[in-house]
């Protein structure tokens, strides 16, 4: 039997009030150091998960921005390709008109 074990039988058998006060002094540190404990960890996982927010925010700040910029750079390429088929119609009607003038000069020059 430890020391312990026979002072806390000692207690019961001729002070049974401070025989259960001890025991519940025990009971009360027991709780204390688990509650610490639970804290401790409530802490730590409340860091985890504000340190997981921040990140997720930065996250999701930076594929917003390279969204917007991805987004600006599609429609510019848009305007540049409608541009550009503008100016192609454009260059073929010119083209087409060169060649019917060049076709009708030499009709006209066969003609003559």
């Given amino acids: 039997m430890k020391l312990r074990e026979v002072y806390d039988t ?3 058998k001729h002070n049974p009030i401070m025989g259960h006060y001890n025991a519940l002094r025990e009971k009360d540190e027991f709780y204390q150091s688990d509650i610490a404990k639970n804290d401790l960890q409530i802490q730590q996982a409340t860091e985890i998960v504000l340190n997981l927010q921040n990140e997720w925010t930065k996250t999701v700040y930076t594929m917003s921005c390279k969204l917007q910029r991805m987004n600006s750079h599609k429609e510019d390429l ?3 390709y409608w541009q550009m088929k503008k100016e192609t119609k454009t260059a073929r ?4 008109e060169m060649l019917s003038v060049l076709v009708d000069s030499s009709h006209d020059a066969i003609k003559v």
């Fill in 10 to 12: 000692y207690l019961e």
């Fill in 93 to 96: 009607s010119r083209e087409d």
């Fill in 78 to 80: 848009a305007k540049k």
